[in-house]
């Protein structure tokens, strides 16, 4: 793949990336239910790591990373998380699972899993009921997940499209 090619291709992730971003931001967190809206960044994050492997997953993490943090003050925690979430994608789907649809739910399951497990130990820290967290981290997932089966398909087309790395 040549550099222009490769540009390309991060250039179509990143416009794929939009609409979930807006998604995110301005659409999904006006319709919380039980008080809970989902995160749909991550799951991007999953996805891309899913189809492109470790190294790119870890670089799109960082990235994405630095996106949540600015747009909703985590104090760099995503910075720190969601290019870790990448690189465990990519591996488990790299010597694990497949890269469909499928891995891509495993892997968006184990990132939203670290990131909620994060959270929770993090204002366990700080005397927050155990109990209240878990709920909040569950509904989360449960909230979350299933928009990774239309984050998916716009991260596949675009590697169907424009070709995968082979960098692992």
């Not at 291709?9 to 939009?18: E, N, P």
């Not at 999904?28 to 790119?56: C, D, H, K, T, Y």
């Not at 569950?138 to 960098?167: C, D, Q, T």
């Amino acid at each position: 793949m040549t550099q222009r090619e490769h540009t390309i291709k991060w250039f179509m992730y990143s416009l794929v990336f939009l609409p979930v971003l807006i998604c995110d931001v301005m659409v999904l967190n006006r319709f919380p239910i039980l008080g809970v809206a989902p995160m749909l960044m991550p799951l991007a994050v999953a996805a891309v790591a899913a189809l492109e492997g470790s190294v790119a997953g870890a670089g799109f993490g960082l990235a994405v990373g630095l996106v949540c943090d600015a747009l909703y003050g985590s104090a760099g925690s995503m910075t720190l998380l969601l290019p870790l979430c990448g690189a465990g994608s990519g591996i488990v789907t790299r010597y694990g699972l497949r890269q469909n649809i499928i891995g891509c739910l495993v892997c968006s399951l184990l990132t939203l899993l670290v990131i909620d497990l994060w959270r929770v130990g993090f204002r366990m820290f700080w005397g927050f009921d155990l109990q209240a967290l878990l709920q909040v981290a569950a509904l989360e997932i449960l909230y979350s997940l299933p928009f990774a089966l239309l984050v998916f398909p716009l991260n596949n087309w675009v590697h169907r499209r424009l070709g995968g790395s082979k960098y692992f």
